[in-house]
């Protein structure tokens, strides 16, 4: 040892480790002074001069004021040292060194990994390029080996080849990290694991030292997370979520490249019907059978997820206006086959709105909003199309949303008044009935059309609410009537779709009967043919406890739907109103389908009523034919409560 460096300055930050293996070394690597158990440690004679450069790759250590390495001793194969280097001046290094051995102190390479890694560790290895040179029995554990059957098998036969792919990128040996791999088992089965590589050194060459621990709860916890946040669980269809996110790249690019995209906004007509009549499940049946049609239509430029409901999402990259009504085509002849669920055969159809980048909008809001608008407007003209976005659409939009406001708000200020046609019996020539027909009375825009207003309260669930003030308030006035002594008449109260297919509906009118104290014979529900012959197990029911009650039931519009004698003959109706289609043209085709409802109505002891009667021939047609009951202009038009209670008087 170099005699003339036996009294060396000690830098106040070394003196914790005065209990440590300890040796000081210049520049050119001499070894200046150490610690005995740092020249035990190596070996060294203290009466030699001895250079570090012999026993280890002192350069690595060069290379930052700081270095904190594992490195192997030249001299003796297997000996593994920890070595802490710091810079104590100019040409002057301080090094700590710790020994260690992978076979006899396990757990220190634990605490020395951990160190760096800062996480727990569940299994040590060392291995080579490839091959492996040693393990603790935690990580021969973790992979279903003994440790002697591990020793001299490649990594790649413990590691997924796509996962092996990053384990080969040599290079980032060099810098300390953690990898995330899926590994093998001895019995074939994947899990996950994380693995932090620490290199040391051999001779000049890359010896890799591991911590690996199994992540696999980790790692399934965090992909069922990414899943239930950008994927559907019923259809396995990317979620909104994704699609706004791939939406967005998608803009950034196609600016870019001076592209278009289409956004498609498809929704399932007659779905809300078919899940009411047949049942959620069945509904969620359907819903899978109609994601996976689409899924069909999946290609590079096409990027499919569900928006919520019976509703789905399109996006089609670098297309034109063209391009993208071919696609609505073809997935509308798709959806033409029927889906088979259990038993059933379902004609289902779709109404499709498109909006193009950049043409109907510059964002994701704006792309699918107006792609909205469009299906909307199909939707309530045709079904089973698509529709090109157009800046019309958007104003009749905002007119739409402006109205459901409005709707709501009528509800609750009283703007709904009810008017009354009367129903005459023909044979007795007397007032037997009213029909309760709902009237808008805005305070700015005056009255408006039921046929305006009735389709967004149906698309807007409004109907339910409204039709429930209906019932009552025409329960109600028809007992201040009776109250005042006139003539006890029936009040007939239309009931839409979704108020028919309520589980509570019998519940209901049975309420409004007992607050109103009216009779259930005066009450008569008016249903549409194709409600009635839906779903016939589960109307007749209905059906069944409406009567039970006492309430009449009418079907409207007769004539126009699918009837049948099986249907009408099984179902408790009280009476048939024919549609006024049928009274409008004076064709021997119409009056001879009049004649066969009339004839078919009686040999079933049911009632028949046609409505929309305006003219005298069409009155005497009527008559001669036996109709018993009939209401039109050519006897009434609707009055409001106050002018009919006049009219009854």
Request: net charge negative.
């Amino acid at each position: 040892m170099n005699q003339e460096h036996l009294l060396l300055p000690m830098n106040n930050q070394l003196l914790s480790f005065l209990n440590e293996a300890i040796l000081f070394v210049d520049k050119g690597g001499t070894i200046l002074e150490g610690s005995d158990k740092a020249l035990s440690i190596l070996n060294l004679d203290y009466s030699e001069d001895n250079s570090i450069v012999d026993y280890l790759d002192f350069h690595l250590l060069l290379e930052s004021p700081t270095s904190h390495l594992l490195m192997e001793i030249k001299k003796e194969k297997g000996k593994l040292l920890e070595v802490k280097s710091l810079v104590v001046k100019e040409d002057l290094y301080c090094l700590i060194i710790n020994e260690l051995s992978i076979r006899n102190r396990a757990d220190e390479i634990k605490r020395f990994i951990n160190q760096i890694s800062n996480s727990s560790v569940e299994g040590i290895i060392l291995y080579g390029k490839t091959d492996i040179i040693d393990c603790d029995e935690t990580f021969a554990t973790m992979f279903g080996y003994s440790k002697e059957e591990l020793k001299g098998k490649s990594m790649e036969q413990l590691i997924d080849p796509k996962s092996y792919k990053k384990l080969a990128d040599f290079e980032h040996l060099a810098f300390n990290g953690v990898l995330e791999l899926k590994g093998v088992r001895k019995d074939g089965t994947l899990f996950y694991i994380e693995m932090f590589e620490y290199p040391y050194y051999k001779y000049g060459k890359i010896i890799r030292a591991a911590s690996v621990k199994d992540v696999t709860e980790r790692i399934e916890t965090e992909n069922k997370i990414e899943y239930m946040a950008y994927y559907d669980d019923l259809t396995d269809l990317p979620n909104r979520n994704f699609f706004n996110k791939v939406l967005k790249e998608a803009i950034y690019q196609a600016k870019e490249s001076n592209e278009q995209l289409a956004v498609f906004f498809l929704d399932i007509d007659y779905f809300k019907e078919i899940n009411d009549t047949l049942g959620y499940s069945f509904g969620d049946e359907l819903l899978r059978a109609c994601a996976g049609r689409l899924k069909t239509f999946q290609q590079m430029d096409t990027f499919i997820a569900r928006m919520s409901g019976d509703e789905f999402l399109i996006l089609q990259r670098n297309t034109t206006k063209e391009d993208s009504k071919r696609l609505a085509k073809e997935i509308i002849a798709e959806f033409e086959i029927p889906i088979k669920i259990r038993e059933y055969e379902i004609y289902t159809t779709l109404s499709i709105g498109i909006s193009l980048y950049p043409n109907h909008g510059k964002t994701n809001s704006d792309l699918i909003k107006h792609a909205d608008s469009a299906m909307y407007v199909i939707k309530g003209k045709h079904r089973n199309y698509y529709n090109l976005f157009e800046s019309s659409i958007s104003e009749n939009f905002k007119s739409m949303l402006t109205m459901e406001a409005e709707l709501r708000k009528a509800l609750r200020e009283n703007q709904f008044e009810l008017h009354y046609q009367p129903q005459k019996n023909l044979i007795k020539d007397e007032v037997v009935g009213l029909e309760a027909l709902l009237r808008w009375n805005h305070p700015d825009k005056g009255e408006i059309s039921p046929t305006v207003f009735i389709p967004l309260a149906e698309k807007t669930g409004l109907i339910i609410d409204i039709g429930d003030w209906v019932l009552s308030e025409a329960c109600r006035q028809n007992k201040e009537w009776q109250d005042k002594g006139l003539k006890p008449l029936t009040v007939s109260v239309n009931l839409s779709a979704k108020q028919f297919y309520q589980p509570n509906l019998v519940e209901k009118v049975k309420q409004v009967l007992d607050e109103t104290d009216l009779h259930p014979n005066y009450l008569e529900l008016e249903i549409t043919e194709s409600m009635a012959m839906s779903n016939e197990e589960e109307i007749l029911e209905t059906l069944h406890q409406l009567r039970e009650l006492g309430v009449l039931v009418s079907i409207d519009d007769f004539g126009t739907g699918y009837s049948s004698f099986k249907y009408l003959s099984v179902f408790p109706i009280t009476k048939l109103k024919i549609d006024k289609m049928f009274l409008n043209e004076s064709q021997k085709e119409n009056q001879a389908i009049v004649r066969s409802i009339i004839h078919m109505s009686h040999s079933l002891n049911m009632k028949v009523i046609a409505e929309g009667v305006e003219t005298a021939e069409q009155l005497n047609f009527l008559a001669n034919e036996r109709c018993d009951e009939m209401q039109g202009y050519y006897f009434s038009k609707p009055l409001p409560a106050k002018l009919l209670t006049n009219f009854l008087a």
